[in-house]
């Protein structure tokens, strides 16, 4: 299982929010010395999101994300990508999967234009059992398992699931929802939200997760990037 480190970015500042709620969380400097930072401990893939795309709807640190795209390393961004254009231009500039949540469940079908492009990889966050979107503040009336084998369909080439009830809690990880939704599908499902421990990167790969988003642990000396990545093993 892959252990990706998290670089959330909210006004040029590398964060992390509290069940996804504006003002929670702390921030932790430049986003690109975070980064850097992962690629000294051996990260081989970064995990990178506009929190202002995904609060606001539109990406507003493009520059942050250009230059790590740039970089020798494999990189997923999402966070106000909103059209098959927006993707196309994250690809151009070097991303290697393009993250749809919101633009996805208002408009399926632009799984299937974008990934005419490269790499789509649709956000199912989930928040009490149901799919929410608009930066985790809108309920879809629906499960991540309900929709997820619609947009396979549709023609995306992985899942991001990320459990909302757990995110940013440093309380441990809900496994069975992952279980769930890996045995659902047969397309890749990474997994994020309150992966604290070792036990816990173990039991997601356990459960069949193709790879692992941490943030909060990593950035509170919880866990350490070997730690997880042997666990992960």
């Not at 469940?105 to 608009?134: C, F, H, K, T, W």
């Not at 440093?170 to 397309?187: A, F, K, N």
Request: charged share 30%; hydrophobic share 40%; net charge negative.
């Amino acid at each position: 299982m892959k252990v990706i480190p998290a670089v959330d970015v909210k006004d040029g500042e590398c964060v992390q929010l509290v069940q996804g709620e504006e003002g929670t969380g702390e921030s932790y400097g430049d986003p690109l010395d975070s980064a850097r930072h992962w690629l000294d401990e051996g990260a081989e893939a970064l995990h990178l999101v506009d929190l202002d795309g995904a609060i606001d709807g539109e990406r507003a640190n493009a520059d942050v994300i250009e230059e790590i795209a740039g970089w020798d390393v494999e990189v997923e961004v999402g966070g106000g990508v909103r059209s098959a254009e927006d993707a196309a231009e994250l690809f151009e500039i070097g991303v290697d999967r393009v993250i749809m949540g919101t633009a996805a469940q208002e408009n399926p079908e632009i799984v299937e234009e974008a990934s005419r492009y490269g790499d789509v990889m649709v956000s199912l966050d989930s928040r009490d059992g149901e799919v929410v979107v608009e930066g985790w503040k809108e309920g879809t009336g629906s499960s991540a398992v309900e929709v997820a084998g619609r947009f396979e369909r549709l023609g995306a080439d992985s899942i991001l699931f990320t459990n909302v009830d757990d995110e940013g809690l440093l309380d441990g990880v809900d496994v069975e929802p992952v279980r769930e939704l890996v045995d659902s599908v047969s397309i890749p499902v990474v997994a994020s939200g309150g992966v604290t421990t070792e036990d816990d990167v173990a039991a997601l790969a356990d459960a069949g997760a193709w790879g692992v988003v941490i943030g909060t642990a990593f950035y509170e000396g919880h866990l350490t990037l070997k730690q997880a990545m042997e666990a992960a093993r």
